[in-house]
């Protein structure tokens, strides 16, 4: 999945996309309101993480403008105010969730894997299963079959895009975009890696290579 961080706090942005990087997110950070709308405009985000305090425009206009244009990504607002005037204020713009600063960076996590579940896939549940295979993307776990099969976080980012258009082929282009992040300029062969690493872990008929299209997750 793929987040942008609109924060003006550079220490605090910079910490965040370290830790939600590791967490198997691909992140891309702006420290600027105007260009924090500009890119979220472009539509390319699973989630905004949203500052209220920020240069150029705040993040209460930045939703609002998001919200006008249509745009129904999920925005989880962050601020250093705190009382209900201001959470409501930001819930009324259009906000999803509203984090107070200093606030727990695992409460954030939480928060953030509960707004993309409630996107991604309603009120159905975190649990993808194909064939055999099971994946918790709540509790970040893999099975096949009876068994738990360990995964690095970019790993399991890869094989959740594939899983959930299971049966479908997935281009390396669109892994690339939702697992690394926008500025990401090294080897796109990097997902043949992950993808090499999977079958090893999970089994080389999982993962089926369609010449010159992408890859398709087979059931097992």
């Known amino acids: 999945m793929r987040l942008l961080i609109v924060e003006d706090e ?8 370290g830790g ?3 967490e198997g997110f691909a992140v891309d950070v702006v420290h600027d309101g105007l260009e924090g709308l500009h890119r979220a405009g472009e539509g390319a985000y699973d989630l905004v993480v949203l500052d209220i305090m920020l240069p150029g425009m705040n993040g209460y206009r930045v939703c609002a403008a998001l919200r006008a244009a249509g745009h129904e990504v999920p925005i989880l607002m962050l601020t250093a105010k705190d009382g209900e005037y201001d959470e409501a204020e930001g819930l009324d713009t259009g906000a999803d969730d509203y984090l107070t600063k200093p606030f727990s960076y695992v409460v954030l996590v939480a928060r953030i894997r509960a707004l993309l579940r409630r996107r991604g896939r309603g009120s159905a549940s975190p649990v993808l299963t194909v064939g055999a295979l099971r994946m918790d993307t709540a509790a970040r776990r893999v099975h096949l079959g009876g068994d738990e099969v360990t995964l690095t976080a970019k790993e399991f980012a890869v094989l959740e895009q594939l899983a959930l258009r299971a049966g479908q082929v997935v281009s390396k282009a669109d892994i690339l ?9 090294g080897d796109p062969n990097i997902v043949e890696v992950y993808v090499s690493a999977l079958r090893r872990k999970l089994s080389a008929a999982a993962i089926r290579t369609v010449r010159g299209a992408g890859y398709r997750l087979e059931a097992l």
């Open 10 to 17: 550079k220490r605090l942005a910079r910490s965040l996309a």
């Open 20 to 22: 939600l990087t590791a």
């Open 177 to 185: 975009e939702h697992v690394w992040d926008f500025a990401y300029d």
